[in-house]
């Protein structure tokens, strides 16, 4: 059995939207400086609380500012214009991956357990991961809890799994946690900086995600 763990925005899903938007109406909220998109997307994939300091501030009020969010993202995920998008052929890969008998999926994610859940019921993809390692369980990403979390979860050694993510956090934490990972070009983070965060290799299309996956499983 091999193990396949996936970040979830910015690797499966197009947040931007989402994460801009909500940035804007809270911090807008707390009378406090909208961050820039640059500022904001560059911190996508660390805890939503850790990304919070360092845009707004240790000595902002950062468990409210996080309760605005939660009472928030519900709302903006009703709107089309703003709710995560799979990215293109995404949807498909993790069918055909659920399909595979010898593959077991996981994921990794700085949103909190109660916030990636429904994201994944809208997206109908619960029933594909094995385990689920957020926010909620496991400190910041880079740290390897999560991935380490998701090896006991699925009784899996570091040397048949795989991680795969979009940011430097997530290539740090695959190296902390002593996993193969493989970095996605369409994310956050560029392809240089992937690659010297530890990434293996670093793909431009999911076709060429396929093919990674297939090689490194099978290397």
């Known amino acids: 059995m091999k193990l396949i763990i996936f970040d979830f925005d910015g690797t499966l899903v197009d947040s931007r939207p989402l994460i801009l938007e909500s940035h804007r109406i ?13 500022h904001s997307l560059s911190l996508v ?38 709710a995560e998008r799979p990215f293109d052929g995404v949807d498909d ?16 994610t700085g949103h909190r357990s109660d916030t990636i859940a ?31 979390q998701a090896l ?7 040397k048949d799994a795989i991680f795969i993510g979009d940011t430097t956090f997530d290539m ?8 193969r990972s493989i970095g996605v070009g ?3 983070h560029g392809a240089e900086r992937l690659t010297a965060a530890g990434a293996r290799q670093v793909t431009r299309t999911v076709d060429d995600l396929r093919t990674a996956i297939r090689d490194t499983l099978s290397g």
């Open 26 to 38: 809270v911090f807008s909220e707390f009378g406090l400086p909208v961050p820039s998109p640059a």
């Open 45 to 82: 994939g660390k805890s939503l609380d850790v990304i919070l300091a360092e845009l707004a501030g240790p000595a902002a009020p950062i468990p409210d500012m996080v309760r605005a969010y939660d009472l928030l993202l519900p709302t903006l995920r009703a709107d089309p214009a703003f």
């Open 93 to 108: 890969l993790l069918h055909e991956l659920s399909r595979t008998t010898d593959i077991v999926m996981a994921i990794a």
């Open 118 to 148: 429904p994201a994944l019921q809208t997206l109908r993809w619960a029933d594909f991961f094995r385990t689920i390692q957020a926010a909620d369980t496991a400190p910041s990403k880079p740290h390897p809890a999560m991935l380490l």
């Open 152 to 158: 006991a979860a699925t009784g899996m050694q570091a």
């Open 172 to 179: 740090q934490m695959a190296e902390a946690a002593q996993l």
């Open 186 to 188: 369409w994310g956050h």
